[in-house]
C-alpha cells in the first residue's frame, strides 16, 4: 500500500513539474464543460450546415425513413471495447471513477486506503500511468477477426470525460496525455486494413451527474480540472436529498442537463463522427433524459447525412425508449428479448461478468454460454456485440482472448447458420425462455435438448441446438410431416461433419441422430435443413 502511495505522489510531482495533468484550465476553457468551447461551436456550425444540405432532417419523422444496413444484419457478431483510464485502477468497474467519490463506497475506500486522500490523489492522477505501451491495434483485429467477429467498437470516450481520440474540444485526451496516441484513429485504421466494420461509442451523457457526488476538498471540485470532472451536477432535483438514488425508470426524478453541457455533448459527438467516419456509433445510456431529444434529433440527421456523402450505411444504437422505433437502432445493455423482433435490434454483454473495463480478479462467462447467447439473439432477428476490456498495458486479459479463441472456433465451423442469415418464421421452440430488458442477464439459462433455434438463408433452414441429447436424438416438433411453414424435408446435415445423419420426418416432428463424434459436447450445434422443391399446380 505505502509503494503505491508514493508511486502515484511520484507521478503527481512529475507531472506537475513537466505540464502534463498539472496544467490549469486553458484561457476561454467553460468550467465544467469544454476545454475549447470555440471549438465546439465550429464543430455545431459544421454540422448543422450538412444537416441543411441532407436527406435527413432534425425531426423524428424524416428519421423514420432510415432503415438498418444489410451490411450490419449480415454481420450478426461485432467485438465493443472498453478501455480507458479506469484500466489503471483495475478495481470495482468502469465506475471506478465515478464511484472513488461516493463516500462510504467500496472504491471511495480503496481509493483512499491504497493511493491517499482524493484531496491529494484523484482520477486525473492515474492518466500519467495509462501508457498503453504494448497497445498493437493489428493485433486486437487479428483475435477479433479470428473470433469471428465482423465489426469493432472502442469507447471514444466513457462517462470519466477522457477522450480516447485527438480532440480539439477535450484538452483531456489520449493525445495530449497518457499514452500520447490516436487510440480511436488506430483502431479504425486497423480495422478497415483487416476488413472489419469500423464503429465506436460515446458514454459523454453521464457526464452530467458523474462526480457529482464527490465530497468538499477533493480535487473535482479545484477549477484547474473543471473541464475534465465538470459539471459534477447532483443526480437529484434541486430540493431533494442529495445522496439519493434516482429511480433509472424516472427519469423525472432525475437533475436535466444545462443547455451548454447538451451542446457540447453534441460537439463533442459530431467531432469524433467527423474525424473518423465510423459506420457504427452506440449511444450509452441517459440519452433518454427528455431534454435530449432535440439533439437526438440533430444528431441523428448529421450522422446519417454525413454517412450517405461518405458511401458509408450507418448504424446508430440507442437504449431504452430515446429514439422512435425505427429511427435507428434499438439495443438492450446485458439483456434480451423473448420474441422475434421485425425490426433489427442488439443485445451488448461482456465477456467479463463484473465489469466492462479490465479489473483485477474478474470472472468470465464460457465460450459455450456466448455461443448460446449469440445463436438466440440472431434467430430473433438481433446481433450480439461482445466486450473485452483490455488491460492498461494495452494487453488483452489471457482468459478473455482463450473465450474469443473458442468462439471464433465455433464460428468457422457454424458461421454459415448465423452470418447473413434471418429469421425463419419464428425463432425457436423449446421450454427456456430468457428475462426481457436491460441487465436482466444475470446467469446463464440452463437450456435443454428441446431448445432448439432457427435461422435461415437461401432457402435453407439452420437448426441450432443449444443443448446436446445424450443420447443423440434429436426432435424438432415445428417440422413435423405436413406443417404449414415449409415444404417436405429433403436432407439433413451436421455442419462440420462428413458423417451421413439417421433422419426421419413424421407426425410429431423431424427425428435427427447425432453421430457419436462431431461437434463437441458443450458447444451448440448447427443443423442444415433442406426441402424439396413445393409442387406446382
Known amino acids: 500500500m505505502a509503494a503505491a ?14 505540464g502534463g495533468t498539472g496544467l490549469a484550465a486553458p484561457a476561454g476553457a467553460q468550467p465544467g464543460i469544454s476545454s475549447d468551447p470555440k471549438a465546439a461551436a465550429a464543430q455545431i456550425a459544421r454540422m448543422d450546415r450538412e444537416v441543411a444540405g441532407g436527406r435527413f432532417k432534425a425531426d423524428w419523422s424524416s428519421l ?9 444484419r449480415d454481420a450478426k457478431f461485432g467485438i465493443f471495447v472498453h478501455w480507458g483510464v479506469y484500466a489503471v485502477p483495475a478495481s470495482g468497474s468502469e465506475w471506478y471513477s465515478r464511484n472513488m467519490y461516493v463516500p462510504g463506497h467500496a472504491d471511495f475506500v480503496h481509493q483512499r486506503a491504497t493511493y491517499g486522500d482524493q484531496s491529494v490523489a484523484g482520477y486525473k492522477d492515474f492518466i500519467p500511468q495509462f501508457r498503453g505501451q504494448r497497445f498493437d491495434p493489428a493485433a486486437w483485429m487479428a483475435l477479433f477477426k479470428h473470433a469471428g467477429a465482423r465489426y469493432v467498437v472502442p469507447v471514444a470516450e466513457h462517462c470519466d470525460g477522457f477522450s480516447m481520440y485527438g ?6 485526451n489520449a493525445v495530449a496525455m497518457g499514452p500520447q496516441r490516436d487510440v480511436v484513429g488506430e483502431i479504425a485504421k ?33 477549477p484547474a480540472y473543471a473541464d475534465l470532472y ?8 434541486p430540493g431533494s436529498d442529495a445522496s439519493a438514488e434516482p429511480d433509472p425508470n424516472h427519469l423525472e426524478q432525475w437533475n436535466p442537463p444545462s443547455k451548454a453541457f447538451l451542446d457540447d455533448w453534441l460537439a463533442r459527438t459530431g467531432e469524433v463522427i467527423e474525424k473518423y467516419n465510423p459506420e457504427f456509433v452506440y449511444l450509452d445510456w441517459w440519452i433518454n433524459q427528455p431534454a435530449f431529444a432535440p439533439y437526438l434529433q440533430r444528431l441523428a440527421a448529421y450522422y446519417y447525412d454525413s454517412a450517405a456523402r461518405r458511401g458509408v450505411g450507418p448504424v446508430l444504437a440507442y437504449k431504452e425508449e430515446a429514439f422512435p422505433a425505427g429511427s435507428a437502432l434499438f439495443d438492450i445493455e446485458r439483456g434480451r428479448l423473448d420474441a422475434l423482433r421485425l425490426l433489427p435490434w442488439q443485445t451488448d454483454t461482456s465477456v467479463s461478468i463484473n465489469s466492462w473495463g479490465y479489473v483485477e480478479n474478474d470472472k468470465y462467462r464460457t465460450a459455450a454460454s456466448l455461443v448460446a447467447t449469440l445463436a438466440d ?21 489471457a482468459e478473455a482472448a482463450r473465450v474469443l479463441d473458442e468462439i471464433g472456433g465455433w464460428l468457422s465451423v457454424n458461421g454459415e ?18 428475462a426481457v430488458g436491460s441487465l436482466k442477464e444475470g446467469g446463464d439459462p440452463t437450456y435443454t435438448p428441446a431448445d432448439i433455434r432457427f435461422t435461415t438463408r437461401d432457402g435453407r433452414l439452420y437448426a441450432l441446438g443449444l443443448a446436446h441429447p445424450a443420447d443423440g436424438a434429436v426432435r424438432i416438433g415445428v417440422l413435423y410431416a405436413g406443417n404449414p411453414y415449409a415444404p417436405p424435408v429433403k436432407a439433413v446435415h451436421l455442419l462440420g461433419s462428413t458423417a451421413p445423419l439417421a433422419w426421419r420426418q413424421e407426425k410429431d416432428g423431424l427425428h435427427v441422430t447425432l453421430p457419436a463424434t462431431g461437434a463437441k459436447a458443450d458447444m451448440p450445434y448447427a443443423l442444415r435443413i433442406e426441402f424439396s422443391p413445393p409442387n406446382k399446380t
Not at 5 to 18: D, E, N, T, V
Not at 230 to 237: D, I, N, Q, V
Open 230 to 237: 465538470g459539471p459534477a451536477s447532483p443526480r437529484t432535483l
Open 64 to 72: 423514420a425513413n432510415y432503415r438498418v444496413p444489410e451490411w450490419y
Open 5 to 18: 502511495m508514493k508511486s502515484l505522489s511520484c507521478i503527481m510531482l512529475a507531472c506537475a513539474l513537466a
Open 417 to 434: 447458420a448465423v452470418y447473413g442469415t434471418r429469421p425463419w418464421v419464428m425463432f425457436g421452440e423449446g421450454p427456456t425462455r430468457n
Open 167 to 172: 480532440s480539439a474540444i477535450n484538452r483531456w
Open 190 to 222: 486497423a480495422a478497415r486494413a483487416a476488413n472489419l466494420h469500423f464503429g465506436l461509442s460515446s458514454h459523454r451523457a453521464e457526464h452530467w451527474w458523474w462526480y457529482g457526488q464527490a465530497p468538499a476538498g477533493s480535487d473535482v471540485w479545484n
Open 377 to 397: 439473439v440472431v434467430s430473433k432477428n438481433g446481433n450480439l456485440l461482445l466486450n473485452v476490456g483490455p488491460k492498461a498495458d494495452g494487453t488483452i486479459p
